[in-house]
Each structure stands twice: as structure tokens, then as C-alpha cells.
């Protein structure tokens, strides 16, 4: 099975725990945790990038940074089964300190290739957000890149801000004094009240790919987008539905007054070369009348 072919691909003299079933992430994972100090030392993390589109042109606004890990043996190992580890011995702290200064900088590269100005959104782990060193990391990250905070948006879950919300307050003022923005990632997912909208300052709200997946024929899903989007055009802030797949949802979306869109049907995560191509061709594309563009006729 596939549990044990993994197991095997590991190779010789390392101890291997999964789980019976190996349904979603495994608790005890010890050679993958090994694997995961080993990896850092020789460089496999890798950063891609999915763009963020807005929903009527497709005109690239920014990119989503998201962290890979290129195994040897294992090949890519997905961040559901890595995060998850990382963050809990610590080293989510150097892994995400590492992305933010590297996206910061990718985007500079990315800016240049476009001719315009993009943003980068970059996940913060809750570990991450409760560092001492956090702000240090942002502030390095914004020095080195030379990146303005407003091209800066900074992806946590309802869950990090519910974990001490005044410690919350206290991070997130210091990053509107930067000019980051913050979006709520998979939002509508958490166990958290409306309340945390009054009370911190958010600017995007990222729809949950949940709601977003049996769009348009899902009446409830139809229901929950709108509310949401409704919600947030009351309180002045952007959403960016994720995991958008078809030109149905796309289309959907758009006529709601979604204004972003994110999903394998507008770009899946993608190296950086292989972005840099993308900005390329998405301005031509983009400029195309929309029955050329989804080859509808
Ligand atoms: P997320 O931040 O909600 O990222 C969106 C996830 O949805 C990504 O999965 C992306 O590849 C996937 N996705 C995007 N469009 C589509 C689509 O159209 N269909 C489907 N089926 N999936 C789509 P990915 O890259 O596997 O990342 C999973 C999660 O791991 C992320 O969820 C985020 O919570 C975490 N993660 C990834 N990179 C980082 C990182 O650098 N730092 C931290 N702290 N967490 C990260
Ligand atoms: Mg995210
Ligand atoms: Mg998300
Ligand atoms: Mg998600």
C-alpha cells in the first residue's frame, strides 16, 4: 500500500512511524521530522508562487507565496504534512522567516517583469505571529527587499488571533504602522465570532476553497459566498475567493461582486521562472475580449 511503499522510499536505518490508514497527516512522523533539519541545511524548501487575479480582466495583482519542500527520495512533500511538524518543534520560526525575505525580494524581480506595482501575500503560522522575533523578521524582510509594507499582505487564520487576542491587537497595530495588510485565510472555517472583524484591522477576507468548490449549483455555498461578500463590502474590505477551478465559478463570482480570484483555473502554484513567464503573457491575455480568452466562441 501506499503507507508502506513511502515507508520503503525512506530508505535504510531511519525509523518510520505512520499512522494505520495514513488518513491526513501523520502524528509521529520521526523521519520525516529528521529529514525536515537535514533539509533545511541542504536548501530543498522551496518557495511558489499562485497568482491572485482580479475576477473581470485576469490581469495579475499579486502572487500567494507557498512553501515546498523538494524531498530527493520522497520527491515533493506537501505543506499539509510538513507545516504541521514545523510548527510544532519551532521551526516554522527560521523556514518562515526565510519566505517572507525571499518573497519580499521575488516580488521586487516580479514588479520589474510587469512594469507595475504587485503584492505579495505571505502565510503566517500562529507560532510564527506569537514570536518575539516577529516583528524583527517583517521589519528585516521590508529592509532588505527594500519592499514598500503596502505591497505586503500578511495571511493568518481566525484561529491566531483568537489564541491571545491583546497580544493580536498589539502585532497587528504594529503592522498597519507598517502599512501590511492582513487578509483572513480560509476564512469562515475557524471557531470565531463576527466580533474579531470590529475589533482588528483587516483588510482581506480570503473565502475558504470549502465554499468556493460546488459553486454555483450549491444553494447553501451560493448563500454563505454572498453573505460574505455582502459582509465585507460593508466593511470596506477586498475578498479573494480561493481554490476557483472553473470558468462557471470564475464567472459566478464575478457577476456577485467578487473582485479576486484564486485557483488552479487562473494559475496553479508555480516556480518563480516559471511566474516570471506568466506576467509575461498575462497582460496579452488579459487584454483579449473574454470568449477568446476561455476559447468559447
Ligand atoms: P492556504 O494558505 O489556504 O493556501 C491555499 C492552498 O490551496 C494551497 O495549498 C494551494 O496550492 C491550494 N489551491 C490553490 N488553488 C487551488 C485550486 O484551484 N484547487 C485546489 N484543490 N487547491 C488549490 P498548498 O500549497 O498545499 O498549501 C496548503 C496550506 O499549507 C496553505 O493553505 C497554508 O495554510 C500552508 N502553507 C503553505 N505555505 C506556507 C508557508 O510558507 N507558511 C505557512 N505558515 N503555511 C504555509
Ligand atoms: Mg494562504
Ligand atoms: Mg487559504
Ligand atoms: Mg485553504
Given at each position: 500500500d501506499a503507507a508502506l511503499s513511502r515507508a520503503k522510499e525512506t530508505g535504510k536505518g531511519r525509523a518510520v512511524v505512520y499512522s494505520p490508514g495514513?488518513?491526513?497527516?501523520?502524528?509521529?512522523d520521526i523521519s520525516l521530522e529528521a529529514a525536515m533539519f537535514n533539509a533545511v541545511r541542504e536548501g530543498e524548501f522551496l518557495l511558489y508562487y499562485q497568482p491572485i487575479v482580479n475576477?473581470?480582466?485576469?490581469?495579475?495583482e499579486g502572487f500567494e507565496t507557498l512553501m515546498r519542500w523538494k524531498h530527493p527520495t520522497l520527491g515533493m512533500v506537501p505543506p499539509v504534512r510538513f507545516i504541521p511538524i514545523a510548527e510544532s518543534n519551532g521551526l516554522i520560526n527560521l523556514l518562515g522567516a526565510w519566505a517572507l525575505k525571499a518573497a519580499c525580494m521575488q516580488i521586487r524581480q516580479f514588479q520589474e517583469v510587469a512594469g507595475r506595482e504587485l503584492y505579495i501575500s505571505v502565510n503566517i503560522s500562529p507560532r510564527q505571529f506569537r514570536s518575539d522575533r516577529f516583528l524583527t523578521v517583517l521589519d528585516d524582510a521590508l529592509a532588505l527587499s527594500g519592499?514598500?509594507?503596502?505591497?505586503l499582505v500578511l495571511e493568518i487564520t481566525e484561529g491566531t488571533l483568537m489564541i491571545d487576542p491583546t497580544h493580536a491587537e498589539d502585532i497587528l497595530a504594529r503592522m498597519v504602522e507598517r502599512h501590511a495588510r492582513i487578509a483572513i485565510d480560509?476564512?469562515?472555517?475557524?471557531?470565531?465570532?463576527?466580533?474579531y472583524l470590529k475589533r482588528f484591522p483587516i483588510s482581506v477576507l480570503k473565502i475558504d476553497r470549502a465554499f468556493v468548490?460546488?459553486?454555483?449549483?450549491s444553494t447553501k455555498d451560493a448563500a454563505i459566498c454572498n453573505a460574505i461578500l455582502d459582509l465585507a463590502g460593508h466593511l470596506s474590505l477586498s475578498v479573494v475567493a480561493e481554490g476557483v477551478e472553473t470558468e462557471e465559478q470564475l464567472a459566478w463570482l464575478d457577476d456577485q461582486g467578487c473582485h479576486y480570484v484564486q485557483g488552479y483555473l487562473t494559475?496553479?502554484?508555480?516556480p518563480a521562472n516559471v511566474a516570471v513567464t506568466a506576467l509575461k503573457e498575462n497582460l496579452y491575455t488579459a487584454l483579449l475580449p473574454a470568449d477568446h480568452r476561455t476559447g468559447k466562441s
Open positions: 495514513d488518513q491526513g497527516p501523520p502524528q509521529h475576477a473581470r480582466s485576469r490581469i495579475i519592499l514598500d509594507g503596502r505591497q480560509d476564512f469562515g472555517t475557524g471557531y470565531s465570532s463576527l466580533a468548490k460546488d459553486l454555483p449549483s494559475g496553479k502554484p508555480m
